[in-house]
């Protein structure tokens, strides 16, 4: 009777002690993460503004970071800290540029993005509301989509970026037709001057023989210029001109 006694407390604490040892684990596990993330946060200068808290090995972050792309590391780097389930990430951009300012400002930037590089045959559209950035167009390759995307997340002010920029499949066809209508319009005598600037102001954009022609020219008569070049070239099915002549362009 005794040792049946005995065994049944016995089997009571060892349950007991299986239940309890989570609850230490877990507040064990709170504590390290938190150490680490501390850690994290003070070995890098663009991080010295944010604050964090481990409850149930989920983190939450709190603060202020200068640069969205600095909010976007702070999440990557806190996520590959071990045992770390989960974040909350409440951390907001510490800036507060105008929707103008920030518009005209990257789009300077996206203008010369990629030069040397094919920068003629990319056709990208921005748009800012309250600090977020929408890009949206076409690219003729990923690196040219990753490029605009990244100058958007290092520029001071923007405070989201959402990529729905368009990149156009592999296609050798494509990519002949895209030289050939690059050579058609730049090198024709009375456009020649657009080949001057870096920034290519005529923009070539190819999905499969299709042709759209986007960016700004001075006058009426080297829009139409651009359009009976690029209708000239062999091979081309259709061509949607939809360059804007600087004069006519809204303010």
Do not use: C, W
């Not at 390759?141 to 997340?153: I, N, T």
């Not at 080949?195 to 999905?207: E, G, L, M, S």
């Not at 006058?219 to 359009?227: C, H, I, V, W």
């Amino acid at each position: 009777m005794k040792a049946t006694s005995l065994f049944s407390t016995m089997v009571v604490l060892f349950v007991a002690f299986l239940f309890a040892t989570p609850a230490v684990a877990d507040k064990s596990s709170d504590q390290q993460i938190q150490k680490d993330v501390e850690k994290l946060l003070q070995s890098k200068k663009e991080f010295q503004g944010v604050t964090a808290t481990t409850d149930d090995q989920i983190v939450t972050l709190q603060g202020t970071v200068n640069l969205y792309i600095d909010l976007v590391n702070v999440e990557k780097r806190v996520k590959r800290i071990k045992r770390v389930d989960g974040i909350r990430n409440h951390v907001t951009i510490n800036s507060n540029v105008p929707d103008d300012e920030l518009r005209e400002t990257l789009g300077d930037k996206l203008a010369y993005d990629r030069v040397g590089y094919g920068v003629a045959f990319n056709a990208i559209n921005l748009g800012v509301k309250d600090g977020v950035v929408t890009l949206g167009g076409n690219v003729h390759d990923y690196p040219s989509r990753d490029s605009a995307v990244s100058l958007a997340e290092i520029t001071p002010g923007v405070k989201d970026v959402i990529d729905n920029i368009e990149v156009a499949p592999t296609s050798f066809f494509d990519d002949d037709l895209r030289q050939k209508l690059y050579r058609a319009i730049y090198r024709y005598p009375t456009l020649q001057r657009y080949a001057i600037n870096p920034a290519k102001p005529i923009r070539i954009v190819v999905d499969n023989g299709h042709v759209t022609l986007y960016g700004v020219v001075d006058t009426p008569l080297d829009k139409q210029l651009a359009s009976n070049q690029a209708n000239s070239v062999p091979g081309v099915f259709s061509v949607d001109n939809q360059l804007i002549v600087s004069s006519q362009q809204p303010k």
